[in-house]
Nanobody, 115 residues
C-alpha cells in the first residue's frame, strides 16, 4: 500500500542546483518520519535528510547548509532542494518512510554531478 515515487534526478554541473520530488501514498503524511537517503557505487547508503511533524529536520553532515528538505501538503510530496552541488554528491537518491518501525523505499533517482 505504501508507494514512494522519486523524480527530478539527472546530470548537472558542479555548483548548480537540482530539486528532487518524492510523491507519497499509503502513508500518514503528517506523522510518519520521511526523508531522503543516497548511495554511491561501492558505498553504503547514507542519510541525506529527514523531516516529520512540526518541521523537525535532521541533515547528514555532508549536505548540511546546502540541501533543504520540505513537505508539500498540497501535492503530498517530500521535496529536496539541492544547491552548490559537488561531484561527491553523485549517487542514487532514495525516498524513504518509516511506519511502525519499518522502512519503505522508492525506486531511486540518479543524480550525477560533473566537475
Amino acid at each position: 500500500q505504501v508507494q514512494l515515487v522519486e523524480s527530478g534526478g539527472g546530470l548537472v554541473q558542479a555548483g548548480g542546483p537540482l530539486r528532487l520530488f518524492c510523491a507519497a501514498s499509503g502513508v500518514n503524511f503528517s506523522r510518519d518520519l520521511m526523508g531522503w537517503y543516497r548511495q554511491a557505487p561501492g558505498k553504503q547508503r547514507e542519510l541525506v535528510a529527514t523531516v516529520t511533524i512540526g518541521g523537525r529536520i535532521n541533515y547528514g553532515d555532508p549536505v548540511r547548509g546546502r540541501f533543504t528538505i520540505s513537505k508539500d501538503f498540497r501535492k503530498f510530496t517530500v521535496d529536496l532542494q539541492m544547491n552548490s552541488l559537488k561531484p561527491e554528491d553523485t549517487a542514487v537518491y532514495y525516498c524513504s518512510v518509516n511506519r511502525f518501525g519499518e522502512d519503505y523505499w522508492g525506486q531511486g533517482t540518479q543524480v550525477t554531478v560533473s566537475s
